[in-house]
């Protein structure tokens, strides 16, 4: 079973400062999806990366796959209290089960 | 389009019951998955029914069953429950055609 590992796992900064979260494997991604949760609700998928070294932005969030395909960084620029949540990175497996990380929790302080 | 809805949001369950939890899936979407998601963890996976059929396990025990209807809706039966059951139960919908997946706000299930 391939093991997902976040990193930080609790990050608490300022509004407009910029951060940079990761995750990791031993093993092989064959797709990476990072989900953002907010308390009480579900995940909500933000983006899929497939391809190595794959760059996709969506707004102030800035997704990167490793040329080896065995990490993932999420970059977020101007941080706003909005980005508050719990992000988790997920591997898409076997029949398009998902392995999730731990997650990384992230208050934006106004 | 509608989401994916469950029911109930909260439920507190005495240890050794049994408990029902329903979710009606995307509109479109025929696969649906269950995951446990316990206090300061990330979901982890339980089962995914397509076309009505189980096609998927994780490693949670007998238990856990689940069933999927012929409107592609689920749910997530568990007996004999134990206090580290205690958890928020997502489903999640998703289609062949749509590659991802569309989770419910997920019920909170509380085992005392």
């Known amino acids: 079973t391939q093991l997902l590992e976040q990193s930080p796992q609790f990050l608490s900064i300022q509004e407009g400062e910029n951060l940079t979260v990761y995750c990791n494997s031993s093993s092989v991604f064959s797709s990476l999806q990072w989900y953002r949760q907010e308390p009480g609700e579900g995940p909500v998928l933000l983006v899929t990366v497939v391809t190595g070294g794959e760059v996709k932005k969506l707004k102030r969030l800035t997704f990167q796959f490793g040329d080896a395909r065995k990490d993932s960084s999420l970059h977020i620029t101007a941080a706003q209290p909005g980005d508050t949540g719990l992000y988790l990175c997920?591997?898409?497996?076997?029949?398009?089960?998902?392995?999730f990380g731990k997650g990384i929790t992230l208050s934006v302080r106004p | 389009e509608t989401g994916v809805t469950q029911s109930p949001t909260h439920l507190i369950k005495t240890r050794g019951q049994q408990v029902t939890l329903r979710c009606s899936s995307q509109?479109?979407?025929?696969?649906v998955s269950w995951y446990q998601q316990a206090l300061g963890q990330g979901p982890q996976f339980i089962f995914q029914y397509y076309r009505e059929e189980e096609n998927g396990r994780g490693n949670f025990p007998p238990r856990f069953s689940g069933l999927q209807f012929p409107n592609y809706s689920s749910e997530l039966n568990v007996n004999a429950l134990e206090l580290d059951d205690s958890a928020l139960y997502l489903c999640a919908s998703s289609s062949p055609l749509f590659g991802g997946y569309t989770f419910g706000s997920g019920t909170r299930l509380t085992v005392v």
């Open positions: 997920a591997e898409t497996g076997a029949n398009s089960k998902l392995t």
């Open positions: 509109s479109g979407h025929n696969t």
